[in-house]
């Protein structure tokens, strides 16, 4: 009897093992690829989609994680290790393809370069180059086997980095570029790197672009690079911080792609699965997904103790919200004068004694919310680590800064411009006749502009006095605007440099709160303050109330009535 049950027992282990071994055969060419895009620090995602990963891994053979860029930059936690615990945490979730965004330049590139020395998984970039060379500073795309299929991975970083970020790193003493993005020639080298990958016998093309498929420049959009190329087969974006679970465009032969990005911030985590020949793919809410991976989790713990005694130094009071974005997260600060814009624009031309102070919207990355305010939140207003600057400029050169700002209004534009010492009206109605090169970068103001009145404050009369075409102004901003000319403010590259102490920005905010403002931010910064004031130079005649209206009624019969009877006294005069 023992050995029956013996045997049955043995019997019963082998099915098991076999309907197990079944079980994963037929889960074999199912591959999962997680994606995230624009993190921008928000590190407690990292545990979550740590924690996804390996619950796939019970169900598919074959699961990776991919990162399509924007990662290193976005809080203080970034900007106090340049990058350092983001790093930290991509290696220990374990990446098997990283794209590079347009932030990850912000620290400049020798800083870049350190970083990506610490990588487990070298990012791709197919098209960051300098000029004259024949290959390409990171790999531009990399191979992964799964099982018997290979996928190629090939990199995309926004063409317009040259400009947004850091122009200065990109560039040689004379100020000549000597780096590339390829914006002239974006669709012949990505499918250059197409055919390369298949060459190299890859199954699949996986483009991480970090482009954008709303409000960027059109020619470098997801959609404009799939439409003038073949042979992708997904492509995973970012950029433009958009939800999208699945768009699908056309390529060149009329094949349709998948366009999917995730969002921004970890707020969803995006799903590729690649099984049988077919593709799908979904976004995965980090609200509704709660688990979370304990090793991750314990990382993220200790990198938060070691900066929260810096982080977490009180620095005064805030009686109002400072507002970056609505309630929806639109962001405000690159289309619309802001109170938080108010606030650090006059930080700059306050603290520095100079006629104007601007800051950039695309340089404003939080609001400051009412109550204490911490080194921690005037760090995510500024996590660039950018440096104080004042400069000499005429009238002329700030009308073309401001104008090139205004280009894309009522768009969002990270060079639309808070301001201080400085008022205008915004006519909404004229067409931006801003001229770019093939860089993006300013040219010139070909038409009429879409700013007037201009008025710079007068410092010993107290009062604003329309701005001098030729008169010299000391304008205050950051290292990444004046000395770079960030955004394509060419019209600065020969300013005359007054002051780069070393500053940097963040300081510049606690200075002004702690020293001018006296640890208090007050009610003069409840509501933005009228500095640009939006017109509409073709609007309509106001509607006109009922009376008024009887009264222009019985105006015009009058003037009627008037107009005929000159014409008969006239005919009569003739007659007789």
């Not at 374990?94 to 070298?122: C, I, Q, W």
């Not at 690649?274 to 979904?282: A, L, N, P, Q």
Request: one cysteine or more.
């Amino acid at each position: 009897m023992k050995k029956k049950i013996v045997s049955f027992v043995l019997v019963l282990c082998f099915v098991m093992s076999f309907l197990s071994l079944a079980t994963i055969a037929e889960s074999n060419d199912e591959i999962v690829i997680l994606y995230e895009n624009d993190v921008h620090c928000a590190v407690d995602g990292y545990a979550k989609i740590a924690a996804l990963k390996k619950e796939m891994a019970e169900k598919s053979a074959h699961v990776c994680a991919v990162s399509i860029g924007d990662f290193i930059q976005g809080s203080s936690l970034g900007a106090i290790s340049q990058g350092d615990y983001i790093v930290e945490l991509i290696n220990l979730v374990g990446y098997d393809a990283v794209a590079l965004g347009n932030h990850e330049f912000d620290y400049k590139l020798p800083r870049l370069k350190e970083l990506v020395d610490t990588m487990s998984t070298k990012p791709v970039c197919s098209n960051f180059q300098k000029i004259g060379e024949s290959e390409t500073v990171f790999d531009p795309f990399s191979i992964v086997t799964y099982g018997d299929t290979d996928i190629a991975y090939i990199g995309v970083t926004t063409p317009d980095t040259l400009t947004s970020s850091s122009p200065a790193q990109f560039k040689d003493e004379n100020g000549d570029y000597i780096y590339t993005f390829h914006g002239d020639d974006l669709y012949e080298t990505v499918q250059k790197n197409i055919n390369a990958a298949k060459t190299a016998g890859a199954d699949y093309i996986i483009v991480l672009s970090h482009l954008g498929t709303e409000d960027v420049f059109e020619k470098w959009s997801a959609q404009t690079l799939v439409k003038n190329t073949e042979g992708i087969d997904v492509l995973l974006d970012g950029h433009s911080h958009s939800v999208l679970e699945k768009m699908t465009v056309e390529d060149k032969l009329g094949n349709d792609v998948i366009i999917t990005s995730t969002g921004t911030n970890f707020e969803n985590i995006g799903k590729l699965t690649i099984s049988g020949g077919t593709v799908k793919t979904e976004l995965i809410s980090t609200e509704t997904y709660t688990k979370t991976d304990t090793e991750v989790s314990d990382c993220i713990k200790r990198i938060n103790d070691e900066y929260s005694v810096l982080g977490e130094r009180k620095i005064g009071i805030s009686k109002v919200d400072l507002i970056a974005s609505d309630k929806d997260g639109n962001r405000l600060v690159r289309h619309t004068e802001t109170n938080l814009g108010d606030f650090c624009a006059d930080a700059f031309r306050i603290i520095t004694d100079a006629d104007i102070g601007l800051i950039n919207g695309g340089g404003m990355r939080a609001g400051i919310p009412k109550g204490d305010v911490t080194f921690n939140d005037i760090l995510n207003v500024y996590p660039f680590n950018n440096r104080v600057c004042v400069v000499e400029v005429t009238g002329q050169q700030i009308l073309d800064l401001l104008e090139l700002g205004l280009m894309f209004y009522p768009d969002e534009n990270g060079s639309f411009q808070h301001v201080s010492g400085i008022t205008f009206d915004l006519d909404k109605s004229v067409q931006t006749s801003v001229k770019l090169d093939s860089d993006m970068a300013f040219v010139s103001v070909d038409g009429e502009y879409r700013m007037s009145n201009v008025k710079v404050l007068n410092k010993n009369t107290d009062n604003y006095e329309p701005i001098g075409l030729s008169k010299k102004y000391t304008l205050a901003s950051h290292n990444y605007l004046l000395l770079e000319q960030g955004g394509g403010a060419t019209m600065l590259a020969d300013a005359n440099v007054l002051s780069d102490s070393g500053m940097l920005d963040v300081e510049l905010l606690e200075v002004y709160i702690t020293d001018h403002l006296n640890g208090v931010i007050g009610d003069e910064y409840k509501e933005t303050q009228g500095r640009i004031n939006v017109i509409d130079g073709k609007e309509k005649i106001p509607e006109t109330s009922d009376a008024n209206l009887s009264v222009l009624i019985i105006l015009i019969g009058f003037a009627a009535v008037m107009v005929l009877a000159t014409v008969l006294s006239n005919r009569m005069q003739k007659t007789f």
